[in-house]
Structure formats: C-alpha cells, structure tokens
C-alpha cells in the first residue's frame, strides 16, 4: 500500500510538470514524443494532467510574481484540509529543488488552500448557487481546461464550444461542438449529464470523451461508468426525475444503455448506434498530448483530423479517389509531416495554393 501510494505522488508530480511545461513554450519535438509515450502508459497519467492543467489554468492570473509564501498560508489556516491532499504532498514535497525549478507548482498547492478557505468563508456559496449559466469557447488549435463550481473538470479541445447550466437540481453540459472530456464530481442530489443534440449522457462518477462530429455523436469512457439515451425530446432537458441511475442499474424501460472503461458508441446522424466494447482509449485521447494516432485511418479522414488544429487547411484534388490508408502518430500541430509522408510516398504532389491553403494531387 506504501508503494502504491509513493508511485501515485510520482504520477502527480510528473503531471504537475508537465503542466508546467506545455504553459511555459511550445515543447520540443523530443518532449513531445515524450509526453505521448508517458501518457500512454496508463489511463491514469491521462487523468492526472488533466487535473494538474486545470489546476495550474485556474491559477494563472493569481499572485503573477509568486509573492504569496505557501508555509506561512499554510500556518494560518493550519485546520483546514486541502482539497486534494495528495496533490498538494506532491506539489509541496521535501523535494524542493523542484519548486525552485518550477515556481508555480508552490503557487497551485497555494491556490488548493486559498480556494477552500474562500469557500468557507463564503458559506460554501460555489455549492449552493441557485443558478449558474456560463458559456466556453476554443479556437482552432486552441485547448482549454474548466474548473467547474461543482469541482468537475472539463478539458476542451480544439473547435469546441459548451455551455454550462448548473442549479440545484441537475447539471446540464451542452456541447454545441467538437470534443471535451469530462471529469465528473460526485453528487447524488444532482445528476452531471451532458446534452449531444438529442442524445444525453449522464455520469455514474466517472470520465468520458465526448465528440460531437458535425451530426454524429462519439462517446468514449476513459473511468467509470455511464448512461446514454437518445431520441430524447427538448423537454427532458430539465426533466429531473425522468431518470434515476445509481452506481449499480439503469431503468432499461427507457431504453438506456451502459458503458463502463474501455467501451465506446457512436450514434450517426439517423440515430443509428455502433458499440465498440473494445474501443481504443489511447488513440481516442491522444489529443491531450496534442498527437494524433492514426491506425489504417483513410486519408480523407486524417486530412479532416489535421484541418482540425491548424489554420493551413490541406485539400484534396478532385481527381483524387484514393483514400490511401494511413498509420502512425503525428504532431496535431504539424501538418508538414503529413505534407511530407504523402510527398515521400511518390503516389502524391503537395502544393501550396496560398499562405494557408494547401493540396494534393496525382502524380502524372
């Protein structure tokens, strides 16, 4: 049990300068292939620089020249237990070297503290909001992580927009489009569920990806378990009682269906639904290390992928029928080496139509 609990705060420290890293410069190749090859190793190295981003993005306008002493903020509010004390044991280790090299990892452990002190001396007044309506918006190539009133997190990608509708009874998640994974708190007086056009997805304490592919919907659960049902109406949206999971069942009278770790679904644009009970989670998130993991994809649906994160846009020529299958891992922010694998093949000519327009035609 002791050596678990030392490897977690290992895990945590590396997420935490991780973190640290993507927030400070553009990583190098090398760091790149890196921090994929870490990420892939276990789910939970996904989970945790997930929370380590979005503790480090909640505190980025907070005490920028690092002037706040941990020790002494600590001292003072000796009695209160930090939000995650296991995080802040591996951001405020004797290891100190570390918080020299990375100052903000001190500033995070700093801000836990802060937090809950503001919550408590605010009546716990995040939990008890009778309304709580906010909008979150990506730009292309542009990631974003969310901190939620509830302690949830949300980890947008590139493209994505959601909207955030929390009261007493319910907290509704709106993805309007593209991608995001969430990273539900546990609450069982009021049901997390995210809303896909008709299809809704609620969480029995767990983290899913969802992506919201033009008409199309993805799920992909990374921890946990969820419910899914579809064809639902516009006023089941704050139908509170409609539906009640716990962590055991689901009402199968309405039509719901379970996922848990490693399965996925995709339901077209008709409605019609595909389970994958195998689904690839490592290919399925990748995009948290910013690579993208191709496995005999065609190359329409790369070029779509690539067009995703990058304002060059790459297109096909008409006469362009081959869908060429395409295997490897890429940087999402490097459309070149795509440009230069197709180049190299011999079957392609790469050519720059303006300043962000590329295409690809036959060679003659």
């Not at 993208?292 to 190359?299: G, K, M, T, Y």
């Not at 295997?327 to 440009?339: E, Q």
């Amino acid at each position: 049990m002791k050596n678990k609990s030392v490897q977690n705060l290992i895990i945590m420290e590396m997420a935490a300068e991780w973190a640290v890293l993507m927030d400070e410069s553009k990583l190098s190749e090398k760091q790149n292939k890196d921090l994929a090859h870490w990420l892939l190793e276990s789910p939970v190295h996904i989970k945790e620089l997930l929370l380590a981003c979005t503790l480090f993005d909640a505190t980025a306008n907070i005490d920028p020249k690092k002037r706040i002493s941990l020790e002494a903020l600590m001292d003072k509010h000796s009695s209160i237990i930090p939000l995650n004390t296991k995080l802040t044991a591996a951001l405020t280790n004797s290891k100190r070297k570390r918080l020299y090299k990375f100052p903000a990892l001190g500033l995070a452990a700093t801000v836990l503290v802060s937090l809950l002190t503001f919550t408590l001396i605010n009546n716990n007044s995040w939990f008890n909001n009778s309304g709580y309506t906010k909008s979150y918006v990506t730009a292309r190539g542009e990631q974003r992580n969310v901190l939620l009133e509830d302690g949830s997190y949300i980890y947008l990608n590139t493209l994505s927009e959601i909207e955030v509708d929390f009261s007493f009874g319910y907290r509704n998640i709106s993805l309007k489009r593209g991608e995001a994974i969430f990273k539900v708190a546990h609450d069982t007086n009021r049901p997390f569920r995210v809303w896909v056009k008709d299809v809704m997805i609620q969480a029995i304490g767990t983290e899913f990806n969802v992506r919201r592919k033009n008409d199309a919907v993805e799920l992909m659960v990374i921890a946990g378990k969820v419910a899914l049902l579809k064809d639902l109406l516009p006023e089941d949206y704050n139908n509170i009682d409609f539906l009640n999971l716990n962590t055991q069942s689901a009402d199968s009278t309405l039509g719901t269906e379970l996922f848990t770790v490693g399965q996925g679904v995709s339901i077209d644009s008709s409605g019609q639904s595909k389970t994958n009970f195998s689904a690839d989670l490592k290919k399925r998130t990748s995009w948290i290390a910013q690579q993208l993991i191709f496995s005999e994809d065609s190359l329409t649906d790369v070029i779509i992928e690539f067009n995703r994160y990058n304002n060059v846009q790459i297109s096909l020529d008409d006469n362009v029928t081959e869908n060429l299958p395409i295997t490897g891992v890429f940087n999402a922010h490097d459309p070149n080496s795509l440009l230069d694998f197709l180049q190299n093949s011999g079957k392609f000519e790469v050519r720059t139509i303006s300043h962000n327009r590329v295409m690809i035609f036959y060679v003659n």
